[in-house]
């Protein structure tokens, strides 16, 4: 796997403030991750620490059903991502990244985010609709700001192939919340929130396990936000 795709996260979440979450729970989507097929993931979020659980897709070759796990520290800025990928005795290999590093490096595509003026109500939260224009493509984004802030896991884990996040996850640089619904040019949604239950997240869901190798150290400390 080529270290660069680990890299491409949402631009927003090291812009945005580091206030405390106010939401305490999990919230449930169907999004792409490692192929076009939608698939489950879930975020679990406690005060200032996201843990984002999801099952990768049949285009993630190796990886294909097992779940990778991304845990967010946004008092450090910084996330560790556990890769899946079982080797000499270890469960998988960690990566630690600086987010405030990783987001400097990220190259703003320019877009455009237009208030629709309209809202709907998506898994019992009301949303307000913006309308996303990338270029030629154009995109429609819902956007709750009762649940937290969101994170975008990878751009090459999510399907795209290429390096840069999609256009509405620039959009929310300027629009931060979280998407409860994501639809492409032709109306079809690409991501939902299928369901929100509010409650108390264990504190050891933010807990880094014991048997991944350190990726870090594995290739010298080399480039980017990764420590």
């Not at 843990?51 to 285009?59: D, E, F, R, S």
């Not at 979280?178 to 504190?203: A, C």
Request: with cysteine; aromatic share 4%; charged share 20%.
């Amino acid at each position: 796997m080529r270290r660069s795709t680990l890299l491409y996260l949402l631009p927003v979440l090291a812009a945005a403030p580091l206030a405390a979450q106010a939401f305490e729970g999990t919230v449930m989507m169907r999004m792409p991750v490692g192929g076009t097929a939608l698939t489950d993931a879930k975020y679990m979020i406690k005060g200032d620490k996201i843990a984002a659980i999801m099952t990768m897709g049949p285009g993630a070759g190796p990886m294909a059903g097992k779940e990778m796990r991304m845990i967010t520290d946004r008092t450090t800025m910084t996330m560790t991502m556990l890769i899946p990928i079982e080797m000499a005795g270890m469960k998988g290999m960690k990566q630690v990244i600086d987010l405030r590093k990783a987001a400097a490096a990220h190259t703003k595509t320019p877009v455009e985010a237009k208030a629709l003026g309209t809202s709907d109500v998506v898994a019992g939260y009301k949303c307000d609709n913006f309308e996303i224009t990338d270029g030629k493509r154009v995109s429609t984004l819902c956007i709750t700001r009762e649940l937290g802030t969101f994170i975008y896991p990878s751009g090459g884990m999510m399907g795209r192939g290429g390096g840069d996040a999609p256009a509405w996850v620039t959009a929310m640089r300027d629009h931060p919340g979280f998407p409860l619904r994501v639809s492409d040019h032709d109306g079809k949604v690409i991501m939902e929130v299928t369901g929100v239950k509010k409650g108390n997240v264990p504190s050891d869901t933010f807990e880094i396990p014991e048997g991944y190798s350190d990726m870090g150290s594995m290739m010298g400390g080399r480039g980017g936000g990764a420590r």
